[in-house]
């Protein structure tokens, strides 16, 4: 079964020509999930060959620019492409005050069903989202707006083990979160800092390399996926170095990069 994640975007709060604003396409089997909406998602959409028509929900993490700004137009093109499927978004508690606003101020009719589920617990990990393929689960992040990652879990087939792939973005270092993410196949961090700038990671809310890789190594995940890098990293080296010292099986995201989900 398939089950792997396409890079939109890996680069945190300014888009630059390397690196995105905040994507990832999931694929499971065939259903498609959208997580998180950065200017210009659409259009990485596009680049790398995924489906616009084929997203069925889409989960943002927090209502930061660079994590939710490509959503209008993305709706809007879904619109004008014709779609006539309903769409799930699931976000913390604004998004549907916020894109309400944003389809009725331009005019725009859509001609398709949005259902918002507005999340707003901060604790726990509720099933959000089921179907026959997978669970999609929602946990609290610890980051300056309310934030939260998502889990997403193949059901099972056969003899394999369910696959499990946890998306976490924005965050400062908290082990809160572990009881959620605990040996998940692939675990994506924030990693906006290395070691250097820990003093503003800590003031922004964010996590440096060697802290994404702790959070993995203590969740005792199979392998660490790092994204949302500072622009200030024209080359990943440093950020990689420090995570493989905690954590070696660790990879960093760049744009248009496929990550299977292995076992
Ligand atoms: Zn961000
Ligand atoms: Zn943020």
Do not use: W
């Not at 769409?87 to 005019?107: H, N, R």
């Not at 099933?127 to 689960?137: G, T």
């Not at 994506?188 to 800092?193: A, D, N, P, R, V």
């Amino acid at each position: 079964m398939n089950f792997y994640t396409t890079i939109l975007g890996s680069g945190a709060a300014i888009p630059t020509a390397a690196r995105h604003c905040s994507g990832q396409a999931v694929n499971i089997n065939g259903f498609r999930i959208l997580l998180d909406c950065g200017e210009n998602t659409q259009t990485q959409i596009r680049v790398f060959h995924q489906r616009l028509q084929a997203i069925k929900l889409i989960c943002i993490t927090h209502l930061h620019g660079d994590h939710f700004f490509g959503l209008p137009g993305l709706i809007s093109s879904m619109h004008l492409c014709g779609r006539k499927e309903p769409l799930d978004i699931f976000a913390p508690t604004g998004i549907a005050q916020a894109m309400q606003t944003l389809i009725e101020i331009s005019g725009c009719h859509i001609d398709f069903e949005i259902c918002y589920h507005e999340l707003s617990h901060t604790e726990g990990n509720p099933l959000i989202f089921e179907n026959n393929l997978c669970r999609v689960y929602s946990f609290p992040l610890l980051h300056s707006v309310p934030t939260y990652g998502y889990l997403i879990e193949e059901k099972p087939r056969g003899k394999n083990p369910p696959r499990r792939y946890a998306y976490c973005t924005d965050t400062a270092y908290t082990e809160n979160i572990l009881p959620y993410i605990e040996q998940v196949n692939l675990l994506c961090l924030e990693s906006t800092f290395n070691n250097e700038y820990a003093q503003i990671a800590a003031e922004k809310l964010h996590c440096t390399a060697a802290q994404a890789a702790t959070l993995a190594l203590k969740a005792n995940a199979k392998q660490l996926l790092l994204t949302h890098i500072s622009a200030r990293f024209k080359e990943p080296e440093p950020l990689l170095a420090e995570a493989t010292a905690i954590f070696p099986n660790t990879l960093i995201a760049s744009d248009g990069a496929q990550i299977e989900v292995h076992y």
